[in-house]
C-alpha cells in the first residue's frame, strides 16, 4: 500500500543534526510519529499471566524503555495490546478487530497473531539486538515470543538530508503520508477514546515480493502499475513526488494516465471516501536454506483499524494491479497506548 500525501520527516538536516536521544516521555509513544527506523525488530508475545502480572511486566518494561533511550543511538521502543490483552484490561479500543483472510492472503502462523508486540527501532542494528534482548528477558515470567521479524529502511539522501525511503521494488514508498503535527494527521492517527486516547492503532502486514518477475516487467509498465514514476516518485501526471495526483488526466490515446489499477490511484483518500493511513515500511530479507524470501513488513497506524484500513484494504485486494507480484504472509493487529510521563508508566490508564 504505496502512497496514501506528504511525508513530513522531521527537523533531521545537515544545518540542524539530529539529537542523540529520543525521550521516553511524551503524550503519545514517541516512535511512532516517525519516519521509520534505519533498523529495527518486531516481537510478538503470548501472555501467560493475569491483569495484575501484566501491569508488573509494563511497569518493568517502562523502567528499561526509559534507561535504554537515554543511553543514546535515537532508540525508541513501542509497545503494542492484541485482542487477548484488552480482555485483560477490559478497555478494548473501536475497531480493534482481527482482520479477514482475504483472497490474496496466504498467511502463515509463523508470521501472525500475537497478545503482545514490542517494536524497537534505533539508527543502528546492534542498537537494536541488545534492546530486544533486555526486553525479552525481562518478559520472561509474563510472556513468551510467538514471532520476530527484522527489518530496515533507508530514508537518508545521498546529501544525508531525510528523504522518502523506498522498498525492494525500487519505488519511493510512503509519499501519501499526512504529514506529522498537522491536524490531518492528529485525526488520522490518534485515538480519542476514553482512556484510550493518544493511542493508536497499528497494523502488521508481511508482505512477500516476487522481485524476479518484477525485474522481467519494462519500467514503463511498472510505472502503470504504481501508478508514480520510479525514478522520482513523482505522480504520473506530475513532475515532482509531492505533486497532486490528477485521476481525471487522459493520454492522448484517451486512456487514464494513472490506470484504474494504478496502487497509486487506489489507495488515494479521493478513492476511498477521504479515508486515510499513516503507513510506515521496513525492508525485509530472510534466507530458508538455500533461497531468500524478500518483501515488506507494512505498518499501518489509525485510530480505527475497521473505519479506515480495512475498506482501504478491501479495495486494494479486489483490484490493485500490484497483487501479482506481491503476496500477504503475516498479518497481526495491536493497539498502542498512549505515551507515559516522568513517575509513569506504559498503559497506566487501561491497568490502574
Not at 35 to 61: I, Y
Not at 158 to 184: I, K, S, W
Amino acid at each position: 500500500m504505496a502512497g496514501t500525501g506528504v511525508v513530513a520527516l522531521g527537523d533531521d538536516s545537515p544545518a540542524q543534526p539530529a539529537a542523540r536521544t529520543i525521550s521516553p516521555y511524551g503524550e503519545h509513544q514517541p516512535g511512532i510519529a516517525m519516519a521509520a527506523p534505519a533498523a529495527a525488530e518486531l516481537v510478538a508475545l503470548k501472555l501467560s499471566t493475569d491483569r495484575a502480572g501484566l501491569g508488573r511486566l509494563m511497569r518493568l518494561w517502562t523502567s528499561e524503555i526509559v534507561a535504554l533511550t537515554e543511553a543514546g543511538r535515537r532508540l525508541t521502543v513501542t509497545v503494542g495490546f492484541g485482542l487477548r490483552a484488552f480482555e485483560l484490561t477490559g478497555q478494548r479500543p473501536r475497531g480493534l478487530d482481527d482482520l479477514p483472510v482475504l483472497s490474496h492472503d496466504r498467511l502463515q502462523a509463523a508470521w501472525s497473531g500475537g497478545d503482545l508486540l514490542v517494536m524497537v527501532g534505533a539508527d543502528d542494528t546492534l542498537s537494536v539486538v541488545n534492546a530486544v534482548r533486555r526486553l525479552i528477558a525481562g518478559a520472561g515470567p509474563y510472556a513468551t515470543p510467538v514471532w520476530r521479524q527484522t527489518g530496515f529502511w533507508d530514508g537518508t539522501g545521498p546529501n544525508g538530508e531525510p528523504v522518502t525511503g523506498r522498498n525492494l521494488l525500487g519505488q519511493v514508498d510512503g509519499t501519501g503520508n499526512p504529514a506529522f503535527g498537522t491536524p490531518e494527521f492528529d485525526e488520522t492517527v490518534w485515538s480519542t477514546e476514553g482512556r484510550f486516547t493518544g493511542g493508536t492503532t497499528l497494523v502488521v502486514r508481511r508482505i512477500r515480493m516476487n522481485l524476479d518477475a518484477w525485474d522481467e516487467l519494462p519500467e514503463a509498465a511498472k510505472e502503470r502499475v504504481i501508478g508514480r514514476r520510479l525514478d522520482t516518485g513523482a505522480p504520473l501526471t506530475g513532475t515532482a513526488e509531492h505533486d497532486d495526483l490528477d485521476l481525471e488526466a487522459r493520454a492522448a490515446d484517451g486512456r487514464l494516465v494513472i490506470p484504474e489499477n494504478a496502487h497509486a490511484r487506489l489507495a488515494h483518500p479521493s478513492e476511498n471516501d477521504g479515508r486515510r493511513i499513516f503507513r510506515k515500511g521496513l525492508n525485509y530479507l530472510h534466507d530458508t536454506g538455500t533461497t531468500r524470501e524478500s518483501g515488506l513488513i507494512f505498518l499501518s497506524h489509525q485510530a480505527d483499524i475497521a473505519g479506515q484500513f480495512l475498506p482501504i484494504l478491501a479495495r486494494l485486494n479486489a483490484v490493485d494491479a500490484l497483487n501479482t507480484w506481491t503476496t500477504t504472509i503475516g498479518s497481526a493487529v495491536f493497539a498502542l497506548p498512549p505515551g507515559f510521563g516522568p513517575g509513569g508508566w506504559l498503559a497506566e490508564q487501561l491497568l490502574s
